[in-house]
């Protein structure tokens, strides 16, 4: 099968990546590439077949529900790029120009 | 292992052994660059330890950079960590360094452990010992190679499709997968959370086993981690191997596979009967499905964990014009090629309308792959197969192709969706003096017996005391 550009525009937009039209032109031809191999699947019946969404038996196990302390703010903020007043910095998230 | 006996005999001090890992790392490692980061103050910290009852006292290690080290720069070979410092240590090293482990290091890895060569590391490949134009394989290349070159006497790896086989065979050592759960995933960085494990690797199973003993176990801050069910995972094989039964799956041994890897791995089964196992021919049906599988299920869980680095938390930040541009700008600037082309295959995989037809379908397919297994380890013990179709190719081979790089990944990946553990182990060399690997692969649980199957055969082989010239 066969990407058209504005899917791949629209994945790109989806996945917050920032792609020349160079970039898109080459992922869209490799990503079809990739989509027609994965299309093998189709040769299966699955209708009776139960999803395998981990590898671990049995359920998630639960754990109490008690404070326990955490890293220190000082050092999870240390790779911040920005940062102030003990939070992460960014740019306004209201009012943001449409683009 | 040998030298955590001398370590222990006292004949040799962990200072000078862990100064004799960094005198060689600086001698060799400008061509092979399987380091991104070395801790020069190491024998000082090595000094510490020195007389200690400790298991591992004193053993200098190296650790891929994709697993936190405090202390330690980690990248996971991407632009996007470019200076993070992680501020805390992943459990699995943790563990290694109580019990006594000198960390000497950061190892090369394709970017976010996604590649098959090193080649998708931003910070340069790794070259093979055996041949310096050649891949290491990945993505756990740099530990490979620094194992296979004598860098270091073991390093830690991680193989969610592959990435600690696949380069332990290129370069002719041996390596663990260990059973999904059986190591703590926390501090590593995650790729395919359903598929990532964390494992060792080193020269021979020797090496391999005081190291794993250490590393695994539950893990409060990792709730997929498990311990052995009662009864399982504790029944190790007598060291002929007599009863001992080996499947040998007819799907791994396809048209189009080097003659050479096929010819070493078939002897290598003869010398498993030789030492008394008996050989079953199995069959594995599904093996064909777990590549598309895996390129459903891998790239649409990198691309929910991968959504973190958005330039806010982890340093570096491009563009400050409005949220959505750092997002994008830092994103598009600072992930490279492959990590982006998987991040755009799961965004699509898992987007409105085509969910059922790919995640779901890829799911369902991953019980049928789990079943094989099932079924054949209800009558044999362990399976030996090829780890992949070639021995190491040249550096730039695949050019722009990543289809065909995903190819030499069709016979690991079956393991990681199934969830069970794999044993690399060296069987010989091609006609260009490359190494080729063998993987045993077993029950979950079951990597005591993998381990007693490999030391049988190391037992009466020397292929794992072969070294390159450097």
Known sequence: MSLTPEEVKHIAKLAHLELSDEQLALYREQLSDIL???????????????????????????????????????????????????????????????? | MKLLNDLKDGKITSRAATEACLAREEALDSSLHSFLHVDRSAPERAGSVDNSSKPLAGLPIAVKDVLMVEGMPATCGSKILEGFMPPFTATAVQKLIDAGAIVIGKTNTDEFAMGSST????????????????????SSGGSAAAVAAGLVPAALGTDTGGSIRQPASFCGVSGIKPTYGRVSRYGLAAYGSSLDSVGVLGRSVDDIVPIFEQMIGKDPLDATTVDPPAGRGDRPVAPTLNGTKIGVPAEYFVKGMQAEVEGRVREAIGMLEKLGAQIIPINLPHTEYALPVYYILAPAEASANLARYDGIRYTPRESDASLQDVYRQTRGKRFGAEVERRIMLGTYALSAGYYDAYYGKAQKVRTLIRRDFEEAFGVVDAIAAPIAPTTAFEIGSHGDDPLSMYLEDIFTLPANLAGVPGLALPVGFDGDQMPIGMQLMGARFSEEKLFAIGRAYQGVTDWHEMKPIL
């Open chain 1, 36 to 99: 027609d191999h994965i299309a093998k699947l189709n040769e299966l019946d699955t209708a009776d077949i139960s999803p395998m969404a981990n590898a671990v038996e049995g359920a998630s196990p639960l754990r109490a529900d008690e404070t326990r302390p955490s890293l220190p703010t000082e050092k999870l903020l240390q790779n911040a790029p920005s940062a102030e007043a003990g939070q992460f910095k960014v740019p306004a998230v209201f009012g943001e120009k449409k683009k």
């Open chain 2, 119 to 138: 080649e998708n590391s931003a910070y340069g490949v790794t070259h093979n010992p055996w041949n310096l134009k050649r891949v290491p394989g990945g």
